[in-house]
């Protein structure tokens, strides 16, 4: 079964007129899985990631995958090291962090992940145009996800000594304030200053 999936990974399977197809490789991957003790994980992203099973199915076929990784965390931080490390499209970050998430389907530890993206660029003196969007999603993730102060530090001050991340740095480490929040700051302001003056 292993090596016919394999063989499956070099078709295209995503259109829906293949979906009895797909259905078939689907149980054909359940079987494996249920079956095997071990994968050895380029196979395993090469399942997951060229027969699409994160986007083409329903929830009961995406249960299991997530069930079966929720099982084996193991796997979950070298899926995410390669999938980061294959990623060529260097027009958003978020992007490809959607589709991971989408891929596994499953909770896994934020600073675990936050640490092996960091990892990649962590001994480089000048950081290309990916590594300046792994940066942003180890920083962004730490700010959005961790309370992991220790890791803030090490991020800000990584940032803060390479010149090509400080947009990032300065991006990631700002909030915006919407129009319609300064407006309604400003009201309440002005109705406190109005409740003094009546009190008087």
């Excluded at 099973?53 to 076929?61: E, K, L, T």
């Excluded at 590594?131 to 220790?150: H, W």
């Excluded at 909030?175 to 409740?195: A, G, L, P, Q, Y």
């Amino acid at each position: 079964m292993p090596e016919l999936l394999d063989q499956l990974t070099q078709v295209e399977l995503v259109d829906q007129e293949y979906g009895e197809v797909q259905f078939f490789v689907y149980q054909l991957l359940k079987r494996t899985l249920s079956s095997i003790d071990n994968v050895e994980i380029y196979r395993l992203w090469l399942w997951f990631s060229k027969l699409k099973f994160g986007s083409s199915y329903g929830g009961h076929h995406k249960s299991f995958i997530k069930d079966w990784l929720g099982a084996n965390q193991q796997y979950v931080i070298p899926l995410f090291n390669i999938a980061l490390r294959e990623r060529n499209d260097l027009t958003s970050i978020w992007g490809f962090w959607n589709n991971f998430q989408q891929l596994v389907g499953v909770e896994f530890d934020y600073d675990q992940i936050i640490d092996s993206a960091f990892s990649i660029i962590a001994e480089k003196y000048y950081c290309d145009e990916k590594d300046q969007l792994i940066f942003e999603l180890a920083l962004s993730l730490t700010v959005m996800r961790t309370t992991n102060l220790e890791s803030f530090e090490l991020l800000f001050d990584y940032g803060g000594s390479h010149p090509e991340l400080v947009d990032v740095l300065v991006r990631s480490c700002q909030s915006e304030v919407h129009d319609w929040k300064w407006k309604d700051i400003n009201r309440k302001i002005d109705s406190k200053k109005n409740n003094k003056i009546a009190n008087k």
